[in-house]
Nanobody
Framework: QVQLVESGGGLVPAGGSLRLSCAASGPTFSSYAMGWFRQAPGKEREFVGAINWRGDITNYADSVKGRFTISRDNAKNTVALQMNSLKPEDTAVYYC?????????????????WGQGTQVTVSS
C-alpha cells in the first residue's frame, strides 16, 4: 500500500512558476513509476508527465513539454513537478499517482495509487 500526499499548489500569474511535491509512504517507493495528472473543471483527467522508477526516463504530454519537469528522490520518497511558463489553461487539480512497475506510462488506468490532489490556478 502506498499513500501519496501532494503539496505546493496555489495561485500564480501567467508566466509564473510553481513546484509541486508528492510525498509517498511505504518502503518500496523506488519500485514504483510515478505520474502526474490533472483535471480541470468540466474536463476529463489528463496525463501531464511521468517518471520511471530509477528517475532517468521521463514522459510528458505535448501540452507541457519544455515547460514542466518531473524529478524524483528515492531516498526521500518524493517526486516533484516543476512547472514554468504557466498558462491559464494549466489551471486544474493536479494529482500524483504511483504504479507498480518500471515504466513511465501515460494511461491513468495503469496507476494503482492516487493522491488527493492540489489546486493550481493560473491567472491571466
Amino acid at each position: 500500500q502506498v499513500q501519496l500526499v501532494e503539496s505546493g499548489g496555489g495561485l500564480v500569474p501567467a508566466g509564473g512558476s510553481l513546484r509541486l511535491s508528492c510525498a509517498a509512504s511505504g518502503p518500496t517507493f523506488s519500485s514504483y513509476a510515478m505520474g502526474w495528472f490533472r483535471q480541470a473543471p468540466g474536463k476529463e483527467r489528463e496525463f501531464v508527465g511521468a517518471i520511471n522508477w530509477r528517475g532517468d526516463i521521463t514522459n510528458y504530454a505535448d501540452s507541457v513539454k519544455g515547460r514542466f519537469t518531473i524529478s524524483r528522490d528515492n531516498a526521500k520518497n518524493t517526486v516533484a513537478l516543476q512547472m514554468n511558463s504557466l498558462k491559464p489553461e494549466d489551471t486544474a487539480v493536479y494529482y500524483c499517482a504511483a504504479r507498480r512497475g518500471s515504466y513511465a506510462v501515460a494511461a491513468g488506468t495503469r496507476y494503482d495509487y492516487w493522491g488527493q490532489g492540489t489546486q493550481v490556478t493560473v491567472s491571466s
